[in-house]
């Protein structure tokens, strides 16, 4: 059968089974579905591509109220997974999310069963673990509406007629790739449900304080800082404008019980972690149970990345992404998510300058957590903090064209 020839990409939506940190609201995806999906599908039948982080499965407080980790007894190239508690826990998670978010899912499914929309699961790293094991993927087929069953996902997305191939992004991630065939674990999702998730249910246990308490409100938004190096810092920086003086020493003491909490899961495993540098920033993180000593692991993000600033890696992994996935064919648009930032850069020229090839971001629909310039003498850098919600849409033509809506609220 003929494919559809318009494509709708959204990433990094980041469902949640609870409140904390400003996720998207079960209405801003019900809307989503009616007013984007619904409408571009009146005429002619779209694809839906979900292009990773869809569902979050690593922000959830099971894990603390379990005591489980995804990344425990996983098995050699992660076998095991089937059987282990955490796939449970998974289930459960899952099942939250298809409830808080249901409206919206019911409306897709509808689409899906009209006919209207194909709808695809390309996994991210926040739900990475959500596609272990086959029992987790028939439940994201059946959430999503993808009628992939309990089959394998890929981690790309083609479609030769649209001169397209996508992917989440975070496989050049060093902090959150995943590598089956050794047996690795991207580290990035001990440094959510360690430190950042960690961080607010040690502070909530403790005090007893709700989730709409604005101690806990800041503390979740640890979560939504673009980049590993940062967390620390932008916790200094809520310390010192947001977060009340009587709160300073409890915070200090749970960060430096979350900072251990991580470097004894890395530790007790080091050969499980993914990023190679992994114990430099085990070392790095040591030096930062003192929240003064924050700025320390700027360095660890260029000892990973091995990338110069001036070339960011998701520009130099389009190249690789596009040669030999789209049947032979040149491809036009280079489509990822992961790095929460939407945006539109022009690569080159395609077929003797004839058209420009592209790589688009997709971006993301939830908070980012953004420092303003470099630190100041006192050390101190200022962070702003906004709500995105984007979107990306392809339509088949000669040539074929897109367009890129991108919402930001403060």
């Not at 407080?61 to 508690?85: C, I, K, M, Y």
């Not at 899952?94 to 499914?109: F, M, N, T, V």
């Not at 739900?127 to 272990?132: E, G, K, L, M, S």
Request: net charge negative; glycine share 8%; charged share 25%.
């Amino acid at each position: 059968m003929e494919r559809p020839q318009t494509a709708i990409f959204v990433s990094d939506i980041h469902f949640t089974d609870r409140a904390g940190g400003d996720p998207i609201t079960p209405t801003e995806w019900a809307d989503f579905i009616a007013d984007v999906v619904d409408k571009e599908s009146e005429h002619a039948p779209v694809e839906l591509v979900l292009l990773g982080d869809i569902v979050d499965v690593l922000r959830s407080d099971l894990w603390h109220e379990r005591d489980l980790r995804p990344w425990n007894n996983v098995g050699q190239q992660f076998r095991s997974f089937s059987t282990t508690a955490q796939a449970g826990l998974l289930l459960e998670i899952l099942d939250r999310i298809g409830a808080r978010y249901q409206e919206g899912l019911e409306h897709l499914a509808r689409l899906v069963s009209e006919g209207r929309v194909v709808s695809y699961y390309i996994p991210g790293n926040h739900d990475y673990a959500a596609t272990a094991a086959p029992a987790l993927r028939k439940k994201l087929a059946e959430l999503f509406s993808t009628g992939a069953g309990d089959a394998e996902l890929s981690e790309l997305y083609i479609h030769p007629e649209l001169s397209v191939v996508a992917r989440h992004g975070h496989q050049v991630d060093p902090f959150n790739s995943f590598d089956r065939e050794n047996t690795r674990w991207a580290i990035g999702d001990a440094v959510v449900i360690e430190l950042v998730n960690g961080l607010s249910w040690a502070y909530r246990q403790r005090t007893r304080q709700p989730e709409g308490h604005h101690t806990v409100q800041a503390l979740d938004r640890l979560d939504n800082v673009a980049a590993i190096q940062l967390i620390p810092e932008y916790l200094r920086s809520l310390m010192r404008y947001e977060i009340e003086d009587a709160d300073h020493a409890l915070i200090q003491e749970l960060w430096a019980g979350r900072i251990d909490a991580f470097v004894a899961a890395v530790e007790g495993k080091k050969n499980l972690w993914s990023l190679d540098h992994a114990n430099q920033l085990v070392g790095l993180l040591k030096g930062v149970r003192d929240l003064r000593a924050a700025s320390l692991l700027g360095r660890l993000a260029d000892i990973a990345s091995g990338v110069s600033p001036s070339l960011p890696s998701e520009l130099r992994s389009t190249a690789a992404m596009v040669r030999g996935h789209n049947q032979g064919q040149p491809v036009r648009f280079a489509v990822m998510g992961h790095t929460h930032q939407p945006g539109c850069w022009p690569l080159g020229a395609l077929d003797y300058g004839a058209l420009t090839r592209f790589y688009l971001n997709t971006g993301t629909w939830r908070q980012v957590v953004q420092p303003i310039g470099p630190p100041r003498r006192d050390d101190f850098r200022q962070f702003v903090a906004h709500r995105l919600t984007a979107y990306l849409v392809i339509r088949g033509g000669a040539p074929p064209t897109f367009d890129h809506v991108v919402r930001c609220r403060g």
